[in-house]
Protein backbone atom coordinates (compact mmCIF):
# COMPACT_ATOMS: atom_id res chain seq x y z
CA UNK A 1 0.00 0.00 0.00
CA UNK A 2 1.61 3.27 -1.11
CA UNK A 3 2.50 5.40 1.74
CA UNK A 4 -0.30 8.60 0.90
CA UNK A 5 -3.03 5.26 0.64
CA UNK A 6 -1.44 4.47 3.79
CA UNK A 7 -2.47 7.74 5.34
CA UNK A 8 -5.65 8.22 3.93
CA UNK A 9 -5.82 4.71 5.06
CA UNK A 10 -5.34 5.69 8.92
CA UNK A 11 -7.73 8.45 8.56
CA UNK A 12 -10.27 7.22 6.65
CA UNK A 13 -10.42 4.17 9.43
CA UNK A 14 -10.33 6.31 12.18
CA UNK A 15 -13.23 8.47 10.84
CA UNK A 16 -15.69 5.49 9.60
CA UNK A 17 -15.10 3.84 13.45
CA UNK A 18 -16.19 7.18 15.03
CA UNK A 19 -19.19 7.67 12.85
CA UNK A 20 -19.91 3.99 13.11
CA UNK A 21 -20.00 4.21 16.75
CA UNK A 22 -21.79 7.64 17.28
CA UNK A 23 -24.55 6.41 14.88
CA UNK A 24 -24.58 2.73 15.14
CA UNK A 25 -24.22 1.97 19.03
CA UNK A 26 -24.50 -1.64 20.45
CA UNK A 27 -27.87 -1.70 22.11
CA UNK A 28 -30.10 -4.76 23.44
CA UNK A 29 -32.67 -5.73 22.06
CA UNK A 30 -35.67 -3.95 24.89
CA UNK A 31 -38.04 -6.44 23.14
CA UNK A 32 -36.62 -9.85 24.73
CA UNK A 33 -34.16 -7.89 27.23
CA UNK A 34 -34.76 -6.37 30.38
CA UNK A 35 -32.45 -4.27 31.64
CA UNK A 36 -31.66 -2.59 34.38
CA UNK A 37 -29.05 -0.58 36.15
CA UNK A 38 -25.75 -1.23 37.66
CA UNK A 39 -26.65 -0.14 41.01
CA UNK A 40 -30.44 -0.11 40.77
CA UNK A 41 -33.10 -2.42 42.85
CA UNK A 42 -33.62 -5.97 41.76
CA UNK A 43 -37.66 -6.02 40.57
CA UNK A 44 -38.82 -8.73 42.75
CA UNK A 45 -40.09 -11.32 40.58
CA UNK A 46 -39.63 -13.83 43.62
CA UNK A 47 -38.19 -13.80 46.89
CA UNK A 48 -35.15 -15.08 46.30
CA UNK A 49 -34.44 -12.12 43.40
CA UNK A 50 -34.72 -9.53 45.92
CA UNK A 51 -31.01 -11.67 47.50
CA UNK A 52 -28.01 -9.36 46.99
CA UNK A 53 -24.32 -9.76 47.95
CA UNK A 54 -23.28 -7.07 50.73
CA UNK A 55 -19.87 -6.66 50.75
CA UNK A 56 -19.48 -3.68 52.72
CA UNK A 57 -15.77 -2.87 53.25
CA UNK A 58 -13.54 -4.93 50.76
CA UNK A 59 -11.18 -6.77 52.82
CA UNK A 60 -9.62 -10.02 51.46
CA UNK A 61 -9.13 -12.37 54.22
CA UNK A 62 -6.74 -15.05 54.39
CA UNK A 63 -6.20 -18.83 55.36
CA UNK A 64 -5.37 -22.25 54.28
CA UNK A 65 -4.02 -22.57 50.13
CA UNK A 66 -5.32 -25.28 48.54
CA UNK A 67 -3.35 -25.98 45.46
CA UNK A 68 -4.23 -27.50 42.12
CA UNK A 69 -2.36 -28.40 39.36
CA UNK A 70 -3.37 -29.66 35.64
CA UNK A 71 -1.67 -29.80 32.72
CA UNK A 72 -2.47 -26.16 31.56
CA UNK A 73 -2.91 -24.55 34.86
CA UNK A 74 -1.92 -24.05 38.35
CA UNK A 75 -4.70 -22.67 40.82
CA UNK A 76 -4.54 -21.30 44.67
CA UNK A 77 -7.59 -21.72 46.11
CA UNK A 78 -8.32 -20.02 49.66
CA UNK A 79 -10.53 -22.19 52.20
CA UNK A 80 -11.91 -18.48 53.16
CA UNK A 81 -14.95 -18.22 51.33
CA UNK A 82 -13.22 -21.38 48.69
CA UNK A 83 -12.20 -18.21 46.46
CA UNK A 84 -10.01 -18.66 43.27
CA UNK A 85 -6.88 -16.22 44.48
CA UNK A 86 -4.39 -17.06 41.56
CA UNK A 87 -4.59 -18.82 38.22
CA UNK A 88 -1.03 -19.34 36.48
CA UNK A 89 -1.51 -20.48 32.94
CA UNK A 90 1.49 -22.84 32.50
CA UNK A 91 1.26 -22.74 28.71
CA UNK A 92 2.22 -19.37 28.75
CA UNK A 93 4.80 -16.58 30.03
CA UNK A 94 5.11 -13.77 32.06
CA UNK A 95 5.52 -10.60 30.09
CA UNK A 96 8.02 -8.79 32.12
CA UNK A 97 9.62 -12.00 33.27
CA UNK A 98 9.60 -15.34 30.96
CA UNK A 99 10.56 -17.44 33.31
CA UNK A 100 7.29 -17.34 35.20
CA UNK A 101 4.32 -18.49 33.80
CA UNK A 102 1.26 -15.74 32.71
CA UNK A 103 -0.94 -15.16 36.11
CA UNK A 104 -4.07 -14.58 35.16
CA UNK A 105 -5.91 -14.78 38.42
CA UNK A 106 -3.81 -13.09 40.91
CA UNK A 107 -4.00 -11.53 44.17
CA UNK A 108 -0.99 -8.97 45.34
CA UNK A 109 -0.29 -5.53 46.57
CA UNK A 110 -1.67 -3.62 43.89
CA UNK A 111 -3.38 -6.11 41.59
CA UNK A 112 -6.97 -7.60 42.12
CA UNK A 113 -8.59 -10.26 39.88
CA UNK A 114 -10.21 -13.29 41.64
CA UNK A 115 -12.89 -15.32 41.55
CA UNK A 116 -15.40 -15.65 43.80
CA UNK A 117 -19.07 -17.67 45.09
CA UNK A 118 -21.57 -17.57 47.79
CA UNK A 119 -25.04 -18.56 48.98
CA UNK A 120 -27.06 -15.85 50.71
CA UNK A 121 -30.60 -15.71 51.59
CA UNK A 122 -33.30 -13.38 52.92
CA UNK A 123 -33.71 -15.76 55.84
CA UNK A 124 -31.71 -14.48 58.42
CA UNK A 125 -31.89 -17.68 60.46
CA UNK A 126 -29.69 -19.62 57.48
CA UNK A 127 -25.77 -19.33 58.08
CA UNK A 128 -25.38 -20.16 54.50
CA UNK A 129 -21.42 -19.84 53.85
CA UNK A 130 -20.21 -16.77 51.10
CA UNK A 131 -17.06 -15.30 50.07
CA UNK A 132 -16.42 -14.87 53.48
CA UNK A 133 -17.16 -17.61 55.00
CA UNK A 134 -14.43 -20.53 55.97
CA UNK A 135 -14.16 -24.05 54.76
CA UNK A 136 -12.18 -26.84 55.21
CA UNK A 137 -11.13 -29.40 52.61
CA UNK A 138 -9.21 -33.06 53.28
CA UNK A 139 -5.51 -32.16 51.91
CA UNK A 140 -3.66 -29.26 50.88
CA UNK A 141 -2.28 -30.18 47.50
CA UNK A 142 -4.13 -31.70 44.33
CA UNK A 143 -2.62 -32.75 40.72
CA UNK A 144 -3.79 -34.16 37.46
CA UNK A 145 -2.03 -36.90 37.15
CA UNK A 146 -0.39 -38.68 33.80
CA UNK A 147 -3.48 -41.06 32.60
CA UNK A 148 -5.95 -38.91 34.79
CA UNK A 149 -9.09 -37.16 33.04
CA UNK A 150 -9.80 -34.65 35.65
CA UNK A 151 -9.18 -33.41 39.64
CA UNK A 152 -11.89 -32.39 41.87
CA UNK A 153 -11.46 -30.39 44.93
CA UNK A 154 -14.22 -30.45 47.18
CA UNK A 155 -14.24 -27.55 50.39
CA UNK A 156 -17.00 -28.09 53.28
CA UNK A 157 -19.09 -25.58 55.33
CA UNK A 158 -21.13 -26.42 58.18
CA UNK A 159 -24.17 -24.18 57.80
CA UNK A 160 -25.70 -25.16 60.74
CA UNK A 161 -29.27 -26.14 61.42
CA UNK A 162 -28.68 -29.64 59.91
CA UNK A 163 -27.33 -27.93 56.72
CA UNK A 164 -24.13 -28.98 54.88
CA UNK A 165 -22.87 -27.20 52.29
CA UNK A 166 -19.95 -28.74 49.50
CA UNK A 167 -18.36 -26.61 47.14
CA UNK A 168 -16.71 -28.32 44.44
CA UNK A 169 -14.30 -27.73 41.57
CA UNK A 170 -13.06 -30.07 38.70
CA UNK A 171 -10.29 -29.43 36.59
CA UNK A 172 -10.62 -31.38 33.47
CA UNK A 173 -7.23 -32.45 30.98
CA UNK A 174 -6.66 -30.22 28.11
CA UNK A 175 -9.34 -27.55 29.39
CA UNK A 176 -9.76 -24.13 30.74
CA UNK A 177 -12.95 -24.57 31.99
CA UNK A 178 -13.41 -25.15 35.96
CA UNK A 179 -17.11 -26.48 36.84
CA UNK A 180 -17.89 -24.91 39.69
CA UNK A 181 -20.77 -26.22 41.79
CA UNK A 182 -22.52 -26.54 45.25
CA UNK A 183 -24.46 -29.25 47.03
CA UNK A 184 -26.90 -28.15 49.66
CA UNK A 185 -27.51 -31.30 51.81
CA UNK A 186 -30.65 -30.33 53.55
CA UNK A 187 -31.24 -32.47 56.50
CA UNK A 188 -33.58 -30.30 58.51
CA UNK A 189 -37.67 -30.83 59.02
CA UNK A 190 -37.87 -27.94 56.82
CA UNK A 191 -38.03 -26.86 53.14
CA UNK A 192 -35.19 -24.03 52.26
CA UNK A 193 -36.96 -21.34 50.22
CA UNK A 194 -35.32 -17.71 48.97
CA UNK A 195 -32.03 -19.33 48.15
CA UNK A 196 -29.66 -17.54 45.64
CA UNK A 197 -25.81 -18.13 44.67
CA UNK A 198 -23.92 -15.87 43.29
CA UNK A 199 -21.14 -16.52 40.86
CA UNK A 200 -18.68 -13.45 40.28
CA UNK A 201 -14.97 -11.84 39.03
CA UNK A 202 -13.47 -9.29 41.10
CA UNK A 203 -10.86 -7.03 39.21
CA UNK A 204 -9.15 -3.62 39.71
CA UNK A 205 -8.93 -1.18 36.28
CA UNK A 206 -5.39 -2.30 35.22
CA UNK A 207 -4.63 -3.53 32.06
CA UNK A 208 -2.35 -6.40 31.73
CA UNK A 209 1.33 -5.97 30.78
CA UNK A 210 2.75 -5.15 27.24
CA UNK A 211 -0.34 -2.81 26.68
CA UNK A 212 0.96 0.62 24.89
CA UNK A 213 -0.49 3.39 22.90
CA UNK A 214 0.79 1.84 19.65
CA UNK A 215 -0.87 -1.65 21.20
CA UNK A 216 -4.32 -1.16 22.54
CA UNK A 217 -6.66 -3.36 23.80
CA UNK A 218 -10.43 -3.35 25.73
CA UNK A 219 -9.59 -4.68 29.30
CA UNK A 220 -12.77 -4.94 31.36
CA UNK A 221 -16.28 -6.75 31.85
CA UNK A 222 -17.81 -7.94 28.94
CA UNK A 223 -21.29 -9.90 28.35
CA UNK A 224 -22.90 -11.95 26.00
CA UNK A 225 -26.66 -13.31 25.29
CA UNK A 226 -28.71 -13.89 22.15
CA UNK A 227 -30.51 -11.16 22.74
CA UNK A 228 -28.15 -8.90 24.09
CA UNK A 229 -25.16 -9.72 21.39
CA UNK A 230 -21.42 -9.22 22.65
CA UNK A 231 -21.41 -5.64 24.99
CA UNK A 232 -18.08 -4.63 26.86
CA UNK A 233 -18.70 -2.01 29.79
CA UNK A 234 -16.33 0.85 30.48
CA UNK A 235 -14.89 0.73 34.03
CA UNK A 236 -15.61 4.27 34.10
CA UNK A 237 -19.56 3.99 32.93
CA UNK A 238 -19.75 1.49 35.81
CA UNK A 239 -18.48 3.65 38.58
CA UNK A 240 -20.89 6.15 37.22
CA UNK A 241 -23.38 4.17 37.35
CA UNK A 242 -24.56 4.82 33.56
CA UNK A 243 -24.61 1.08 32.47
CA UNK A 244 -27.47 -0.87 31.46
CA UNK A 245 -27.41 -4.81 31.13
CA UNK A 246 -29.62 -7.59 30.84
CA UNK A 247 -31.68 -9.40 33.49
CA UNK A 248 -33.65 -12.43 33.38
CA UNK A 249 -31.36 -13.82 31.28
CA UNK A 250 -30.91 -17.70 30.75
CA UNK A 251 -28.24 -17.89 28.31
CA UNK A 252 -24.58 -16.40 27.35
CA UNK A 253 -21.42 -15.49 29.90
CA UNK A 254 -20.48 -12.72 31.97
CA UNK A 255 -16.73 -11.71 33.19
CA UNK A 256 -13.55 -9.78 31.97
CA UNK A 257 -11.71 -9.64 29.23
CA UNK A 258 -8.15 -8.37 28.45
CA UNK A 259 -5.51 -8.52 25.84
CA UNK A 260 -5.29 -12.64 24.96
CA UNK A 261 -6.91 -13.92 27.62
CA UNK A 262 -10.75 -13.56 29.39
CA UNK A 263 -12.54 -15.16 32.70
CA UNK A 264 -16.13 -16.11 32.19
CA UNK A 265 -19.14 -17.75 33.56
CA UNK A 266 -20.54 -19.82 31.30
CA UNK A 267 -24.86 -20.60 31.25
CA UNK A 268 -25.37 -22.50 28.33
CA UNK A 269 -21.55 -24.27 27.75
CA UNK A 270 -20.83 -27.06 25.61
CA UNK A 271 -21.20 -30.78 27.32
CA UNK A 272 -22.58 -29.52 30.20
CA UNK A 273 -26.29 -29.38 30.80
CA UNK A 274 -27.55 -25.47 30.66
CA UNK A 275 -27.37 -23.39 34.10
CA UNK A 276 -31.05 -21.40 33.74
CA UNK A 277 -32.92 -24.47 33.85
CA UNK A 278 -35.25 -26.75 35.96
CA UNK A 279 -36.35 -23.87 38.47
CA UNK A 280 -33.25 -21.99 38.33
CA UNK A 281 -33.40 -18.36 37.41
CA UNK A 282 -30.42 -16.47 35.99
CA UNK A 283 -29.72 -12.72 36.48
CA UNK A 284 -26.69 -11.05 35.43
CA UNK A 285 -24.81 -8.63 37.89
CA UNK A 286 -22.36 -5.77 37.28
CA UNK A 287 -21.35 -3.23 40.28
CA UNK A 288 -18.28 -1.71 41.41
CA UNK A 289 -16.93 -3.04 45.07
CA UNK A 290 -14.64 -1.15 47.66
CA UNK A 291 -15.71 2.65 46.58
CA UNK A 292 -15.12 2.08 42.67
CA UNK A 293 -11.58 0.15 43.13
CA UNK A 294 -12.69 -2.52 41.66
CA UNK A 295 -15.36 -3.55 39.41
CA UNK A 296 -17.64 -7.12 39.96
CA UNK A 297 -18.55 -8.94 36.55
CA UNK A 298 -21.31 -12.04 37.61
CA UNK A 299 -24.38 -13.52 37.48
CA UNK A 300 -26.88 -14.80 39.99
CA UNK A 301 -28.94 -17.83 40.07
CA UNK A 302 -31.82 -17.87 42.23
CA UNK A 303 -32.41 -21.43 43.31
CA UNK A 304 -35.95 -23.71 43.69
CA UNK A 305 -36.61 -24.49 46.80
CA UNK A 306 -34.93 -27.32 48.48
CA UNK A 307 -37.10 -29.63 51.01
CA UNK A 308 -36.31 -31.47 53.72
CA UNK A 309 -33.98 -34.20 54.06
CA UNK A 310 -33.11 -33.62 50.04
CA UNK A 311 -29.95 -32.56 48.52
CA UNK A 312 -29.77 -30.06 45.62
CA UNK A 313 -26.89 -29.72 43.39
CA UNK A 314 -26.16 -26.24 41.62
CA UNK A 315 -23.10 -25.70 39.10
CA UNK A 316 -21.93 -23.07 36.73
CA UNK A 317 -18.57 -23.66 34.51
CA UNK A 318 -16.31 -20.63 34.47
CA UNK A 319 -13.72 -20.59 31.43
CA UNK A 320 -10.38 -19.33 32.71
CA UNK A 321 -7.55 -18.82 29.84
CA UNK A 322 -6.47 -17.58 26.56
CA UNK A 323 -8.65 -16.50 24.03
CA UNK A 324 -7.19 -19.60 21.59
CA UNK A 325 -9.61 -20.35 19.23
CA UNK A 326 -9.47 -24.48 19.92
CA UNK A 327 -10.08 -23.88 23.12
CA UNK A 328 -12.94 -21.01 23.10
CA UNK A 329 -14.38 -23.27 20.32
CA UNK A 330 -15.12 -26.42 22.50
CA UNK A 331 -15.67 -24.57 25.53
CA UNK A 332 -19.90 -22.33 24.68
CA UNK A 333 -21.31 -20.34 21.73
CA UNK A 334 -19.57 -17.06 20.79
CA UNK A 335 -16.55 -17.01 23.09
CA UNK A 336 -14.32 -15.63 20.23
CA UNK A 337 -16.29 -12.41 20.44
CA UNK A 338 -14.21 -11.78 23.82
CA UNK A 339 -11.43 -10.58 21.66
CA UNK A 340 -11.43 -6.87 20.75
CA UNK A 341 -12.06 -6.76 16.90
CA UNK A 342 -14.37 -3.87 17.19
CA UNK A 343 -16.81 -3.08 14.19
CA UNK A 344 -15.03 -5.50 12.12
CA UNK A 345 -15.74 -8.39 13.96
CA UNK A 346 -17.43 -9.58 10.51
CA UNK A 347 -14.33 -9.47 9.07
CA UNK A 348 -11.82 -10.06 11.45
CA UNK A 349 -13.66 -13.48 12.62
CA UNK A 350 -13.35 -14.92 9.02
CA UNK A 351 -9.78 -14.08 8.54
CA UNK A 352 -8.59 -15.22 12.05
CA UNK A 353 -10.36 -18.58 10.93
CA UNK A 354 -8.93 -18.78 7.58
CA UNK A 355 -5.27 -17.62 9.35
CA UNK A 356 -6.11 -20.96 11.62
CA UNK A 357 -6.95 -23.07 9.14
CA UNK A 358 -3.62 -21.89 7.28
CA UNK A 359 -1.31 -22.78 10.34
CA UNK A 360 -2.55 -26.53 10.79
CA UNK A 361 -0.82 -27.05 7.03
CA UNK A 362 2.78 -24.97 7.54
CA UNK A 363 2.61 -25.30 10.88
CA UNK A 364 4.15 -21.61 11.99
CA UNK A 365 2.59 -18.27 12.13
CA UNK A 366 4.64 -16.46 10.49
CA UNK A 367 4.43 -18.19 7.62
CA UNK A 368 0.34 -18.47 8.38
CA UNK A 369 0.59 -14.55 8.21
CA UNK A 370 3.04 -14.78 4.89
CA UNK A 371 0.22 -17.19 3.42
CA UNK A 372 -3.09 -15.41 4.16
CA UNK A 373 -1.78 -11.68 3.40
CA UNK A 374 -1.09 -13.02 -0.27
CA UNK A 375 -4.38 -14.63 -0.26
CA UNK A 376 -6.04 -11.52 0.27
CA UNK A 377 -3.86 -9.43 -1.50
CA UNK A 378 -5.10 -11.81 -4.61
CA UNK A 379 -8.76 -11.71 -3.97
CA UNK A 380 -8.78 -7.72 -3.40
CA UNK A 381 -6.27 -7.36 -6.40
CA UNK A 382 -9.09 -6.25 -9.28
CA UNK A 383 -10.03 -3.50 -6.62
CA UNK A 384 -6.51 -2.47 -6.31
CA UNK A 385 -5.70 -2.72 -9.59
CA UNK A 386 -8.58 -0.22 -10.78
CA UNK A 387 -6.86 2.20 -7.99
CA UNK A 388 -3.33 1.74 -9.39
CA UNK A 389 -4.16 2.41 -12.99
CA UNK A 390 -5.66 5.35 -11.83
CA UNK A 391 -2.68 6.52 -10.08
CA UNK A 392 -0.82 5.40 -13.29
CA UNK A 393 -2.58 7.56 -15.67
CA UNK A 394 -2.15 10.32 -13.51
CA UNK A 395 1.80 9.96 -13.09
CA UNK A 396 1.32 9.78 -16.87
CA UNK A 397 -0.32 13.29 -16.80
CA UNK A 398 2.10 14.56 -14.59
CA UNK A 399 4.49 16.49 -17.87
CA UNK A 400 1.67 18.08 -19.07
CA UNK A 401 0.71 18.91 -15.51
CA UNK A 402 3.98 20.51 -15.47
CA UNK A 403 3.49 22.60 -18.64
CA UNK A 404 0.32 23.92 -18.01
CA UNK A 405 1.72 25.09 -14.15
CA UNK A 406 4.60 27.14 -16.22
CA UNK A 407 1.53 27.93 -18.78
CA UNK A 408 -0.56 29.78 -16.17
CA UNK A 409 1.42 30.77 -13.25
CA UNK A 410 -0.45 32.41 -10.79
CA UNK A 411 -4.06 32.04 -12.15
CA UNK A 412 -5.54 29.17 -10.44
CA UNK A 413 -9.19 29.55 -12.39
CA UNK A 414 -7.78 29.05 -15.32
CA UNK A 415 -4.63 26.31 -14.69
CA UNK A 416 -7.74 24.59 -13.13
CA UNK A 417 -10.08 24.54 -16.21
CA UNK A 418 -7.13 23.25 -18.06
CA UNK A 419 -6.85 20.68 -15.94
CA UNK A 420 -10.12 19.71 -16.05
CA UNK A 421 -10.48 19.86 -19.74
CA UNK A 422 -7.29 17.59 -19.90
CA UNK A 423 -9.12 14.95 -17.04
CA UNK A 424 -11.64 14.88 -20.20
CA UNK A 425 -9.76 14.52 -23.08
CA UNK A 426 -7.77 11.74 -21.47
CA UNK A 427 -10.87 10.13 -19.78
CA UNK A 428 -9.15 10.28 -16.60
CA UNK A 429 -11.02 10.52 -13.19
CA UNK A 430 -8.47 11.84 -10.40
CA UNK A 431 -10.52 10.43 -7.72
CA UNK A 432 -11.02 7.20 -9.61
CA UNK A 433 -8.76 5.17 -7.10
CA UNK A 434 -10.38 6.05 -4.15
CA UNK A 435 -13.51 3.74 -4.12
CA UNK A 436 -11.40 0.69 -5.05
CA UNK A 437 -9.48 1.41 -2.05
CA UNK A 438 -12.35 2.87 0.29
CA UNK A 439 -14.06 -1.04 -0.21
CA UNK A 440 -11.04 -2.81 0.85
CA UNK A 441 -10.35 -0.72 4.09
CA UNK A 442 -12.62 -2.75 6.55
CA UNK A 443 -11.11 -5.98 5.09
CA UNK A 444 -7.15 -4.97 6.25
CA UNK A 445 -8.46 -3.19 9.68
CA UNK A 446 -10.08 -6.26 10.32
CA UNK A 447 -6.85 -9.05 9.17
CA UNK A 448 -4.58 -5.85 11.82
CA UNK A 449 -7.09 -6.64 14.63
CA UNK A 450 -7.56 -10.66 13.61
CA UNK A 451 -3.58 -10.31 13.93
CA UNK A 452 -3.11 -7.50 17.07
CA UNK A 453 -5.60 -10.46 19.30
CA UNK A 454 -4.28 -13.52 17.74
CA UNK A 455 -2.94 -15.14 21.30
CA UNK A 456 -1.62 -17.58 19.40
CA UNK A 457 1.00 -15.32 18.02
CA UNK A 458 2.39 -15.09 21.65
CA UNK A 459 5.48 -16.60 21.78
CA UNK A 460 5.39 -17.97 18.21
CA UNK A 461 8.78 -18.14 16.92
CA UNK A 462 9.21 -17.56 13.32
CA UNK A 463 13.07 -16.70 11.58
CA UNK A 464 15.33 -14.41 14.10
CA UNK A 465 11.98 -14.23 15.95
CA UNK A 466 10.95 -15.65 19.18
CA UNK A 467 7.79 -14.01 20.02
CA UNK A 468 5.49 -12.55 17.08
CA UNK A 469 3.14 -10.86 19.55
CA UNK A 470 6.53 -8.48 20.72
CA UNK A 471 8.55 -6.08 18.93
CA UNK A 472 11.34 -7.80 16.36
CA UNK A 473 14.13 -7.75 18.92
CA UNK A 474 16.33 -6.41 16.09
CA UNK A 475 14.29 -3.84 14.51
CA UNK A 476 15.29 -5.69 11.21
CA UNK A 477 11.29 -5.95 10.09
CA UNK A 478 10.66 -2.34 10.65
CA UNK A 479 13.67 -0.84 8.85
CA UNK A 480 13.17 -3.12 5.79
CA UNK A 481 9.55 -1.98 6.26
CA UNK A 482 10.37 1.73 6.07
CA UNK A 483 12.15 1.11 3.11
CA UNK A 484 9.90 -0.66 0.63
CA UNK A 485 7.85 2.21 1.96
CA UNK A 486 10.16 4.78 0.59
CA UNK A 487 10.62 3.09 -2.42
CA UNK A 488 7.09 2.95 -3.01
CA UNK A 489 6.63 6.59 -3.46
CA UNK A 490 8.88 6.61 -6.52
CA UNK A 491 5.72 4.02 -8.01
CA UNK A 492 3.89 6.95 -7.34
CA UNK A 493 2.50 10.02 -9.35
CA UNK A 494 4.44 12.58 -8.25
CA UNK A 495 2.43 16.04 -6.46
CA UNK A 496 2.57 19.15 -8.16
CA UNK A 497 3.43 21.03 -5.10
CA UNK A 498 7.37 20.55 -4.59
CA UNK A 499 7.24 20.99 -0.66
CA UNK A 500 4.26 18.81 -1.03
CA UNK A 501 7.07 15.90 -2.71
CA UNK A 502 9.53 16.34 -0.73
CA UNK A 503 7.21 15.40 2.47
CA UNK A 504 6.09 11.96 0.56
CA UNK A 505 9.37 11.22 0.35
CA UNK A 506 10.21 11.75 4.24
CA UNK A 507 6.48 10.71 5.05
CA UNK A 508 7.07 6.89 5.28
CA UNK A 509 10.49 7.17 7.45
CA UNK A 510 8.67 9.01 9.91
CA UNK A 511 5.66 7.13 9.79
CA UNK A 512 7.63 3.33 9.92
CA UNK A 513 9.01 4.37 13.67
CA UNK A 514 5.58 3.23 14.74
CA UNK A 515 6.25 -0.25 13.29
CA UNK A 516 9.38 -0.12 15.95
CA UNK A 517 6.94 -0.90 18.97
CA UNK A 518 4.01 -2.62 16.47
CA UNK A 519 3.84 -6.64 17.50
CA UNK A 520 6.10 -8.62 15.20
CA UNK A 521 3.00 -10.94 13.42
CA UNK A 522 1.72 -7.43 12.75
CA UNK A 523 4.76 -5.66 10.56
CA UNK A 524 5.29 -8.94 8.86
CA UNK A 525 1.80 -8.29 7.49
CA UNK A 526 2.80 -5.01 6.86
CA UNK A 527 5.70 -5.70 5.18
CA UNK A 528 4.47 -8.55 2.88
CA UNK A 529 1.75 -6.47 1.90
CA UNK A 530 3.98 -3.44 1.32
CA UNK A 531 6.01 -5.81 -1.10
CA UNK A 532 2.72 -7.07 -2.72
CA UNK A 533 1.59 -3.79 -3.38
CA UNK A 534 4.76 -2.50 -5.01
CA UNK A 535 4.82 -5.39 -7.34
CA UNK A 536 1.08 -5.45 -8.25
CA UNK A 537 1.80 -1.48 -8.69
CA UNK A 538 4.42 -1.83 -10.85
CA UNK A 539 2.66 -4.55 -13.12
CA UNK A 540 -0.11 -2.12 -13.24
CA UNK A 541 2.23 0.50 -14.96
CA UNK A 542 4.36 -1.42 -16.51
CA UNK A 543 2.05 -3.62 -18.26
CA UNK A 544 -1.49 -3.07 -17.69
CA UNK A 545 -1.16 0.97 -18.63
CA UNK A 546 0.78 0.82 -21.01
CA UNK A 547 -1.07 -1.92 -22.90
CA UNK A 548 -3.51 0.60 -23.35
Known amino acids: MDTRRLILFVALSLGLMLAWEKFFPQKPNPAQTQ ?29 KTITVTTDLMKVNISTMGGDIREVDLLKYSDYDDTSKPYQLLLNQKNRVFIAQTGLISSNQDLKLP ?60 NALNNISAYWRFLRDEQAPSGETKFVHTFTGPVYYTTDAKFNAVKFDNLVKNDVDYPQNV ?13 SLWLLNPYNHPAVCINGVACRFNLKTVDDGKLASAGLMTDLPAIQAHTSYSVSVPMYVGPQEYKAMATAAP ?43 KVVLFPLTRASYKSMAKMKALAPRMEKLKAQYGDDKVKLQQSMMAMYRE ?16 PVFIGLYWALLGSVELRQAHFLW ?81 TKK
Request: net charge negative; hydrophobic share 45%.
Open 35 to 63: SVSASADIPAATSSSNNVVSDGSFNLASD
Open 130 to 189: THKSLFSADKDNYTLASGQDSVSVTLKADAGNDIVIYKTYTFKRDSYVIDTSYQITNNSA
Open 250 to 262: NNGWIGFTEHYFT
Open 334 to 376: ELERTKDYGWVYIFATPLFWLLVHIYEYVKNWGWAIILLTVFV
Open 426 to 441: EKVNPVGGCLPMLLQI
Open 465 to 545: INDLSRPDPYFILPVVLAGTMFLQTFLNPPAADPVQAKMMRIMPLAFSVMFFFFPAGLVVYWLVNNVLSMGQQWYVNTHVV
